[in-house]
């Protein structure tokens, strides 16, 4: 089962110099609580911006251009090779916005907190095709003076 996971603003923006766009703590209790003892998936750069490895997940990377890892992360530079490895696994996509893109015309599901505000950004989650999928409300919240929605898009079976 692939399953997305992310935040974004009304316009979809995701980051931006390879940072989240706003400081969220129950959307991050909400990530942990939805990844934990898990595998996730991860370009790069998230990888970069995540600064240290999370508690009780199996964390996967995919990058061309770097491969000195810690023991504990399993990378991949061949996306195939990845699919090949997730295949009949369950798995969170963490992100960022390339590797959103490698995977949201396969995921199953989509776990899009949805923040009722707009930033300026550099990357944006990609396009999908929202009648594919029914949506599930699965909470509201706010921090910080920001509201925002946990939603699931889950793909109907054809
Ligand atoms: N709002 C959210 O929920 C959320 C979640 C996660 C991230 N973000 C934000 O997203 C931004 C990062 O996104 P990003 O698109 O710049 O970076 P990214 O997707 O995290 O990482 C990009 C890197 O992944 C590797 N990569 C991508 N496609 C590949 C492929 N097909 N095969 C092998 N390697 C591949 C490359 O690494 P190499 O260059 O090493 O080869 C590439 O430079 C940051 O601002 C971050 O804060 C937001």
Same mark, same amino acid.
């Given at each position: 089962?692939?399953?997305?996971?992310?935040? /974004?603003?009304? !316009? #979809?923006? *995701?980051?931006? !110099?390879?940072?989240?766009?706003?400081?969220?703590?129950?959307? %991050?209790?909400?990530?942990?609580?939805?990844? #934990?003892?898990?595998?996730? $998936?991860?370009?790069?750069?998230?990888? $970069?911006? *995540?600064?240290? *490895? @999370?508690?009780?997940?199996?964390?996967?990377?995919?990058?061309?251009?770097?491969?000195?890892?810690?023991?504990? /992360? &399993?990378?991949?530079?061949?996306?195939?090779?990845?699919?090949?490895?997730?295949?009949?696994?369950? /798995?969170?996509? &963490?992100?960022?916005?390339?590797?959103?893109?490698?995977? =949201?015309?396969?995921?199953? #599901? =989509?776990? @899009?907190?949805?923040?009722?505000?707009?930033?300026?950004?550099? $990357?944006?989650?990609?396009?999908?095709?929202? +009648? %594919?999928?029914?949506?599930?409300? @699965?909470?509201?919240?706010?921090? #910080?003076?920001?509201?925002?929605?946990? +939603? %699931?898009?889950?793909?109907?079976?054809?």
């Amino acid at each position: 089962m692939i399953n997305i996971i992310a935040a /974004v603003g009304k !316009n #979809n923006e *995701l980051g931006l !110099n390879n940072q989240l766009l706003w400081r969220l703590p129950k959307d %991050l209790k909400f990530f942990k609580e939805k990844t #934990n003892n898990h595998i996730i $998936v991860m370009g790069y750069n998230t990888f $970069v911006s *995540l600064g240290r *490895l @999370l508690p009780n997940r199996t964390h996967i990377v995919l990058s061309y251009n770097h491969s000195d890892f810690v023991d504990e /992360v &399993i990378h991949f530079k061949d996306y195939n090779e990845l699919l090949k490895f997730i295949k009949n696994k369950d /798995v969170f996509i &963490i992100g960022g916005a390339s590797i959103y893109k490698l995977f =949201i015309d396969i995921a199953d #599901n =989509i776990y @899009l907190t949805e923040i009722n505000d707009s930033k300026k950004c550099d $990357v944006y989650f990609p396009y999908f095709d929202k +009648t %594919l999928y029914d949506k599930e409300i @699965l909470g509201e919240e706010n921090d #910080n003076g920001v509201s925002y929605q946990f +939603t %699931l898009y889950k793909r109907r079976k054809l």
